[in-house]
Structures are given as C-alpha cells and as structure tokens.
C-alpha cells in the first residue's frame, strides 16, 4: 500500500484537527501526494503546517468547498484516489447564532464533494474511498448512563451536529444509491495542540493566562469523553488504510468528564505549569447562562475500532492535557495571533 502513489485530497487541513491528519499522511507515506484544500476561514491556520510547506508530497489548495465549479475543476484536474474530508463549521455555539452557514458548509459543501468524486470516477471505483469524518453529536444527548454504539440512532440537538447528521446521511445515501465506496467515522471531543481558543479547553486556558473569568456554562455538570487529537488522527489513519467499505467506526477515549471537574483539573495543572498560587486559577471560575439546548452526556463505546482495527487512545487525560497545555505555553504566539481581530469580537459577543 506504501508504494502506491496515491492522490488524497484532505478538506480542512489547516484546522485543528486536519493538520494533525496532513501531517501524519505526509510524514508516514512519503509516496501519497497529499493536497490539503481549506477555505481558511477563522478557523483555518497555514501556521499549523509551517514545517511541512518544503515536503515534495505536501499541497496547499486555497479554495471553499461551497464553490460547486471550482470543486469539480480540482477534481477534474487532479483525480483524487481518495477524500478525507473534514472542513467544516464546527463550533456549536456558533451554529447557535449562524444555523445557515452550518448548513451551507457542512451539508452542501460535503454533497459538491460527493457529486465530483462520483463524477470523477463515474462508477469505476476500484481501490478508491470517500471518508468522511464526523462527530458522536450527531447521537444526540445521552443520561447518566449508557454509550453510543454505531447503532445508536441519530438524534441531533444543536444546528451544528443536525448538519453534520444530515451529510453523514447524504454519504450513506450515496453509498447505497451510487454504490460510492465510503468509511464514516464518529469522534468525541478532541483536546490538543492547534485547536482554536473558542472550544472549551484552548478557551479556557488562555483565560488563564490572561486571567480572566473561566466561564462554566450552566451547573457544570455536563459530561463530554475526551480524546487526544493525535490519537484520533491515528484512528483516521488506521481506517482509512483498513476500514471496512460502508462501515461506520465510533471513535472515543474512555474518558468522560464532567465539565467542572476538567475545569478544576486543568486549573491545577495551569497553577503548577505557570507558577500561580495553588487553587489561584480555580478562583476565576464563573458559572455562566447555559447554552441552549445543552447537551447533557456524551461517551463513546470504542470496541468495534479496537476489536477490529486494534486502535485504542496511547495518552491518558492527564498525560494529553498536560501536554496540551506545554504546547500552548511555548505557542504564545499562535494564541495571540488567533485571539486577536475579529475573535475579540466574537468573545464579547458571546460572553458579554
Ligand atoms: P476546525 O473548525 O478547527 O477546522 C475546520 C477547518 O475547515 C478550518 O481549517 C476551516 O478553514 C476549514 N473550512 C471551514 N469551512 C470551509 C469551507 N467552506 N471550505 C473549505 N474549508 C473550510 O474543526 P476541527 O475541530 O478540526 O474539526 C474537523 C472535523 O472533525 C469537522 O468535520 C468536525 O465536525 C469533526 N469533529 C470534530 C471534533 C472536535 O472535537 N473538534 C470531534 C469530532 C468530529
Ligand atoms: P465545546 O468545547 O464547545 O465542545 P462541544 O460543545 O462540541 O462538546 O464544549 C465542551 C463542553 O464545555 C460543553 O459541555 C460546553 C462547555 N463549555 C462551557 O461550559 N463554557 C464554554 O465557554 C465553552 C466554550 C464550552
């Protein structure tokens, strides 16, 4: 497989968790030409990719995946063997205030993709793959107990997974009706270098730093499994090379958090790594109006990837989080770069 000289086009690459996956494909198969194509929105950070812009088998594409002519001319052009596709609008609370730009991204932007890869290879398919990555948000809210399975039917909550549930459906749909050869995957929430300061984790420690309120939402009692960003972008990897045409794979960390107990965890870590005062940053703590239509629980069950694909998380929570934090202390200007501009404007519009 090595020695093939594949052409996979990856969207969203210079996002958080897209530049872990380029750069995992363009380090481990120097043979792959890998094309990363990404709008850079807010989102998007060439800077995440500095080291690999000289690689022989690393493109940048500038372009947005909602531009149906200037997709299928890339497509045209280059015949991508394979698709991992990632771009996308991904922040729920966002989705809250713009449900359409969710839309027009997350479902229209996938089916452009869909209709050039079906178009490019027009029923002629043979060693090529459609995999597109999504979100366990798409299962909905879970109670105390219980875990999401591959089977556990669809029921999103938010703007944003209802879109990323709608296209993982336009996949499927193509698949059957097409007979498009595709992998869906479904992660938790990822933490890690390069994740943009408006999820919970990278948010809250640049609050820390510049010792603002860390504002909780709601009671704080939510509960979200957590998953090291590398660790996914191996999961991707493995399925990708292994998985199974039209198979579904839950990805997951066995590890679920209540939010304030993450909180607290991270604040002591912060404390220790910045030399602060023990308990000075938990004291910036700051229960805040809930999000609508908040989620209560989400955790994964991530026995089929492991069973069949032998995957499971390398880091332990406390390992990945301190490493996190090291990469955003020796990063600080990345975050100032990111924080400055237009995400002061959306801060005060969300938090004030
Ligand atoms: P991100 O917001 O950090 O990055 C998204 C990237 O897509 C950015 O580089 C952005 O510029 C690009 N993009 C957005 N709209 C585009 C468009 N119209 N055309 C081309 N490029 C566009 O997102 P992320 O957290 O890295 O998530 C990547 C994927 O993984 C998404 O599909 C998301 O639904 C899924 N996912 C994320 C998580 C998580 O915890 N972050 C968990 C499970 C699944
Ligand atoms: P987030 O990182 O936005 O991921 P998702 O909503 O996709 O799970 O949020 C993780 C959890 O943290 C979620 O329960 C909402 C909560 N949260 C806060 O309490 N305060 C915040 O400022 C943010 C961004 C999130």
Not at 40 to 59: F, I
Not at 106 to 133: P, Q, R
Request: net charge negative; glycine share 6%.
């Amino acid at each position: 497989m090595n020695n093939y000289r594949k052409k996979i086009l990856i969207t969203g690459g210079a996002g958080f968790i897209g530049s872990h996956v380029v750069r995992l494909f363009v380090e481990k198969y120097p043979k792959y030409q890998i094309y990363n194509l990404d709008a850079l929105t807010y989102a998007g950070n060439l800077e995440n990719l500095k080291d690999l812009e000289e690689r022989p088998n690393y493109n940048f594409i500038k372009g947005d995946i909602n531009d149906e002519k200037f997709i299928i001319n890339i497509f045209s052009r280059h015949e991508f063997d394979g698709v991992i596709h990632l771009a996308a609008e991904s922040h729920v609370d966002r989705s809250i205030t713009d449900p359409l730009a969710f839309v027009r991204t997350n479902v229209l932007g996938t089916m452009n993709l869909l209709n050039a890869f079906k178009n490019t290879w027009d029923n002629d398919y043979e060693d090529k793959l459609f995999y597109h990555i999504s979100t366990d948000e798409v299962y909905g809210s879970l109670g105390e107990s219980g875990l999401f399975t591959e089977t556990t039917s669809y029921d999103p909550n938010s703007p944003y997974s209802a879109s990323k549930a709608s296209s993982d459906h336009f996949v499927r749909a193509y698949g059957e009706t097409y007979g498009l050869p595709y992998v869906i995957s479904n992660c938790s929430n990822n933490y890690g270098p390069n994740q943009f300061p408006e999820k919970l984790i990278p948010l809250f420690i640049n609050n820390i730093l510049n010792n603002k309120p860390l504002p909780v939402y709601g009671d704080g009692n939510y509960t979200r499994d957590w998953l090291y960003v590398l660790d996914h972008a191996r999961a991707i990897d493995l399925i990708y090379h292994k998985g199974k045409n039209k198979e579904t794979y839950n990805i997951g960390g066995f590890n679920e958090w209540k939010n304030i107990d993450l909180v607290k965890l991270l604040c002591e870590q912060m404390d220790e790594k910045i030399n602060r005062e023990k308990e000075s940053s938990e004291k910036l703590i700051t229960y805040v109006k809930d999000r609508p239509g908040h989620d209560l629980r989400y955790a994964i069950d991530a026995s089929k990837i492991k069973i069949e694909l032998g995957w499971e998380p390398s880091v332990t929570f406390e390992e990945g989080l301190s490493k996190t934090i090291d990469w955003y202390l020796s990063n600080e200007d990345w975050l100032m770069n990111v924080t400055s501009g237009d995400y002061q404007k959306y801060y005060l519009k969300q938090y004030s």
